[in-house]
């Protein structure tokens, strides 16, 4: 059983440069996240996902955009990667229908230069 | 606004108890999460409280009251290996969940 899968799991990347990072689950839940985790600050939610075909926003969209193409899939794209967004970068995925839990990525370390 | 409160770090001695607060003001509530992150690694869920009360699992025990927007997680039987951050998270009236900055449990021996 994978549940969630991350890919890259570490990245080094050139300030401007374009950088998606894929996340895929088996688990067939309808809503899936993006969470970036900072020193300090916790897990904060960039963009999130209640069904395949539908993206909203959360805490701190700027600079990331995402697709749900279809139920198992959703990458996080930082069009021109600046150095504030290092960060370690967990996707997660629930069952809205359930409690909610989230199940997480092993989460993809990004460092921008 | 919303806002999760927890202690940024406690200390506890192994084989003792450990109660990690976490109070809350949110839109709405739908349930209260505690997960564990170990350092390097993803959050896991330890425990879901959606009613006022005690729920019990193992040496981990989770409280809550609605009323008083506060949460706590007990730990008994401290192990070395219960080192880690612990974090709440409470689901709020649009079903989004709102996320405390963790709290970093340090055990020692």
């Known amino acids: 059983i994978a549940g969630i899968t991350q890919a890259p799991t570490s990245q080094i990347l050139a300030a401007g440069r374009r950088m998606t990072l894929r996340c895929t689950q088996d688990m067939r839940h309808n809503a899936m996240y993006w969470y970036r985790q900072d020193l300090g600050l916790g897990l904060r939610l960039i963009h999130y996902s209640n069904t395949a075909g539908t993206t909203g926003k959360g805490e701190v969209p700027d600079g990331y955009s995402v697709s749900r193409a279809n139920t198992d899939d959703f990458p996080l794209t930082l069009a021109s990667a600046v150095p504030s967004q290092t960060s370690v970068y967990f996707c997660?995925?629930?069952?809205?229908?359930?409690?909610?839990?989230?199940?997480f990525g092993e989460g993809s370390r990004l460092t921008v230069l | 606004g919303q806002n999760i409160d927890q202690p940024t770090e406690m200390t506890a001695t192994e084989g003792a108890i450990v109660q990690i607060n976490c109070t809350y003001q949110t839109s709405g509530f739908n349930g209260l999460f505690w997960y564990q992150q170990h350092a390097g690694e993803a959050p896991t869920f330890l425990s879901y409280?959606?009613l006022d009360g005690l729920e019990e699992k193992g040496r981990f025990s989770s409280f809550l009251s609605r009323s008083k927007g506060y949460s706590y997680l007990l730990l008994k039987e401290l192990q070395m290996k219960d080192s880690a951050s612990y974090l709440c998270a409470v689901r709020d009236s649009n079903y989004q969940l709102i996320w405390g900055a963790g709290t970093k449990l340090i055990i020692k021996p």
């Open positions: 997660a995925s629930s069952d809205l229908y359930d409690t909610g839990e989230l199940f």
């Open positions: 409280n959606v």
